[in-house]
């Protein structure tokens, strides 16, 4: 792996991390073009990508540091100090709750599937594609019914669960942590940006913890050669996911998702035309 092929992946990792368009899809259409991810040592790829994951986790940190340090405080202090009831809690200790009730979810399935998500499943092309056009189409169907009405300040934990499940979706390659929860949120009625805020929020225990699973699984398959392309490609995906996040929050106030639903379909399309002509291997 050269140096530049090391920017662009890190480049890919943190814009498709975070905009609803699928990250795993990304990754692996550029891996399998540029002749990146090895059938003899494929972990070395899985590896990589785990470690510059936890780039973009630095990237949601930094951004919303005054919110995650203001949910620990009211948190802690309400839960472990003068305790209350959850319902007479303030908006950031609930967000606490929320965000614990909303990764149950994933993690259970991740755990009980993992075999199978790290598998050959994850790396099948076909399986993404149709993945990016069929999860379009249910964004299209919840951006055509929501109601828009729903701020941060409107959350409830049945909202905070079923977002969860929506976001266990995103263990399906090709189908976008955000753009799943996104979508959750807006058949929970929520706006645009709130839905994204939230999606934001609640990926933050399920990114550390697969990224760290990961790392230390992957870790014995780093070399010291690709130590250099791998912190550079952990920094440029730091920054390219703080980007992102800030550019969806403020597109979403004024826009729809219809931007990313045409791009997953023109992608998803795209992908199995590669494929059917041989340019790609599924």
Excluded: C
Excluded at 114 to 125: A, Q, R, S
Excluded at 244 to 272: E, M, S, V
């Amino acid at each position: 792996m050269s140096l530049i092929e090391a920017i662009a992946l890190g480049l890919i990792q943190g814009l498709s991390e975070f905009l609803p368009i699928s990250s795993t899809g990304h990754l692996t259409v550029f891996g399998r073009l540029f002749h990146l991810i090895s059938e003899d040592n494929p972990q070395a790829w899985t590896s990589f990508i785990a470690v510059i994951q936890l780039g973009t986790l630095a990237a949601i940190l930094v951004y919303f540091w005054k919110d995650i340090l203001n949910i620990i405080t009211a948190f802690l202090k309400e839960n472990l100090g003068a305790r209350k009831a959850i319902a007479a809690q303030s908006l950031d200790a609930r967000m606490g709750w929320f965000i614990i009730f909303g990764t149950i979810p994933i993690v259970a399935l991740g755990l009980t599937f993992k075999k199978v998500i790290e598998g050959t499943l994850t790396k099948n092309l076909v399986v993404i594609a149709s993945s990016l056009i069929l999860l379009a189409i249910i964004l299209a169907i919840a951006e055509k019914k929501a109601q828009f009405k729903k701020e941060m300040k409107d959350l409830s934990l049945g909202d905070a669960i079923i977002i969860g499940i929506a976001q266990a979706f995103a263990l399906i390659p090709g189908s976008s942590r955000s753009g799943t929860t996104i979508t959750g949120g807006l058949f929970m009625g929520f706006t645009r940006e709130s839905a994204a805020r939230f999606s934001f929020l609640l990926s933050i225990p399920s990114v550390f913890a697969s990224g760290m699973l990961e790392l230390y699984e992957q870790i014995k398959f780093i070399n010291g050669t690709g130590v250099v392309n791998l912190i550079v490609a952990t920094i440029v995906s730091a920054v390219s996911g703080y980007l992102a996040i800030d550019f969806l929050l403020k597109f979403l106030r004024k826009n729809t998702t219809f931007l990313f639903i045409y791009y997953r379909i023109g992608l998803g399309i795209l992908i199995l035309i590669l494929i059917y002509f041989n340019i790609l291997q599924h």
